[in-house]
């Protein structure tokens, strides 16, 4: 079992930048592969970035690919979401998920065996 915790949302103008943690509690943190989804009001869950469980390999979707950069740090269970050159339509709930296939970085919400709350995220124009 782990239990997902995000915190760093908030509110930021056009072009600012946001750093979104997970803390992971519970064991084996380390082998899960991690990711991060958004849904914004009205709207399906999106994927927005995976990491390995090393930290390997990483995945990006297309909008966020050159912005947002995804990390982990094992020995604290975080993985990290860095946004930068934040957009008005990036606005969303973003949550973390963790993978127990570890290897891999999925993109389906449905490889992911536990989900965290999810922080708000809004940008301003």
């Known amino acids: 079992q782990v239990q997902l915790v995000e915190s760093g949302g908030g509110l930021v103008q056009t072009g600012g930048s946001l750093r979104l943690s997970c803390a992971a509690s519970?064991?084996?943190?380390?082998?899960?592969?991690m990711g991060w989804f958004r849904q914004a009001p009205g709207k399906e869950r999106d994927f927005v970035a995976a990491?390995?469980?090393?930290?390997?390999?990483?995945y990006y979707a297309d909008s966020v690919k050159g912005r947002f950069t995804i990390s982990r740090d094992n020995a604290k269970n975080t993985v990290f979401l860095q946004m930068n050159s934040l957009k008005p339509e990036d606005t969303a709930v973003y949550s973390c998920?963790?993978?127990?296939?570890?290897?891999?970085?999925?993109?389906?919400?449905?490889?992911?065996?536990?989900w965290g709350q999810g922080t708000q995220v809004t940008v301003s124009s």
């Open positions: 998920a963790a993978d127990r296939l570890g290897t891999r970085t999925a993109v389906r919400a449905s490889d992911y065996d536990y």
């Open positions: 519970g064991r084996s943190f380390s082998s899960y592969a």
């Open positions: 990491i390995s469980w090393t930290g390997a390999s990483t």
